[in-house]
């Protein structure tokens, strides 16, 4: 009885599994939140213009999704902080760190993204009835979700000198492990699955971001996506 007492109370102690498990969740909970919160100016554009073919809905949704590419950077650095310690990671104050810091050193990527998607739009705006444009639109959806993770996942290592360096060891990644990058689009589907189910689907949502952001990064350490500097010494 005593030593089913004692175990009880180690259980339920200020440092036991209960305790580590609810500060582990609750990081999880503000990382996701933290990512969600940056897509705020998307949330505004479709509350008050929504998508549609004129000239301002087009430009305002490509500004809208600038900080699509620093939030996915902050994303991977409080992710990977919380797979290492996940009770004391602080992982909010990470993830806003990050944020800042992407915002400064992934501005380039983060304009060509909103560049490219505004190209995507009036194509969609001109042959919205076509049905190749359609899967024209998707597939470089696809790739560009590709081009986003691989980008903040060479970024997140401190490797990378510059644009050209970060966007070429990016590329080669890719073509080297492609069956990472399916993985990738893999777990984004399922997200996005999850989430759209009724009744669980917007709980689940608020925790799902930082889930897929640990998801990524355990496939990238299980499939062996290769090392930034065995990459820069490959030919």
Known sequence: ????????????????????????????????????????????????????????????ASASLLPLLPATFALLCSTRVLITDPVDAHAGRVFWVAFIRGCRSLVWAAAGLSAIVLVLNYDLALFHDSHAMLLFIAGAAAVLAVLVIAICVVAAAETANGAISTLSLAMRAVARRPHIALSWLLL???????????????????????????AIHICNDALRLPVIDEMRTTP
């Open 1 to 60: 009885m005593t030593t089913s007492t004692g175990r009880l109370r180690a259980l339920v102690a200020m440092d036991g599994r209960v305790a580590h498990t609810m500060s582990a969740v609750f990081q999880y909970f503000i990382v996701s939140i933290s990512f969600l919160g940056c897509f705020a100016p998307a949330a505004v554009f479709t509350i008050t213009i929504g998508w549609q073919p004129t000239h301002l809905a087009i430009w305002a």
């Open 188 to 214: 984004i589907g399922l997200g996005a699955g999850i989430a759209s189910l009724p009744l669980i689907g917007a709980p689940v949502a608020l925790f799902l971001p930082a889930l897929l952001g640990a």
